[in-house]
């Protein structure tokens, strides 16, 4: 069964960095393209970034882009997100999604960041 | 990347069909037919209810389907039940750079 497993997250002072990992198994991590998406608390979902297979292309969501930079390790079937100036507005649940045909067919139970003093 | 439109709820009453809006541009849901739909129950992980448009995963109700015309898909869910009550999220593929969008979501209940 295919699954995906978030850590790294937490409380963080605004403008400090975390960085996010999710874990792949039950699947060829490789072979598939991967994202991540979060969710403000009481809010919808919000896509964030792309990754492409062997790290090409990389794709962010404006919200993000400049701040946030997606990578991935197929060695160690592992997706990261590392995200830096970090906001309050960023406080969300961070969900990892394995894409196919466009459109997410597994996702991870998500980690939560919280952005506060 | 301005969020898909999405009616921010919905009602019904058991055994009747609903169907939830979608709307986008020529960017992204006018031009693709890679428009998906999520179910998400409070405080569960978002689970995968069609794709490209019309597509069921396995194991998803033939009660669930979906159409696009123009910029606007749309998620029919017909002979309504109480498990169908929760959030629906719209997505679609799009060429301004991120990959994708989603809608604002729209909450459903079975009354």
């Known amino acids: 069964e295919a699954q995906l497993v978030e850590s790294g997250g937490g409380l963080v002072q605004p403008g400090g960095s975390l960085r996010l990992s999710c874990t792949a198994s039950?699947?060829?991590?490789?072979?598939?393209?991967m994202n991540w998406v979060r969710q403000a608390p009481g809010k919808g979902l919000e896509y964030l970034s792309y990754?492409?297979?062997?790290?090409?292309?990389?794709l962010y969501a404006d919200s993000v882009k400049g701040r946030f930079t997606i990578s991935r390790d197929d060695d160690k079937n592992s997706l990261y997100l590392q995200m830096t100036s970090l906001r309050a507005e960023d406080t969300a649940v961070y969900f990892c999604a394995r894409d196919s045909a466009y459109s997410f067919d597994v996702w991870g139970q998500g980690t939560l960041v919280t952005v506060s003093s | 990347q301005s969020a898909l439109t999405q009616p921010a709820s919905m009602s019904g009453s058991p055994g009747q069909s609903i169907t939830i809006s979608c709307t986008g541009t020529s960017g992204d849901v006018g031009s693709y037919n890679f428009v998906s739909w999520y179910q998400q129950y409070p405080g569960k992980v978002p689970k995968l209810m069609l794709y490209e448009v019309d597509k069921r995963p396995s194991g998803v109700s033939d009660r669930f389907s979906g159409s696009k015309s123009g910029n606007t898909a749309s998620l029919t869910i017909s002979g309504l039940q109480t498990e169908d009550e929760g959030d629906y999220y719209c997505?679609?593929?799009?060429?301004?750079?991120?990959?994708?969008?989603f809608g604002g979501g729209t909450k459903l209940t079975v009354l």
């Open positions: 990754i492409g297979r062997r790290n090409d292309p990389r």
């Open positions: 997505c679609s593929f799009t060429d301004s750079g991120s990959f994708a969008v």
């Open positions: 039950g699947f060829p991590f490789r072979d598939y393209t």
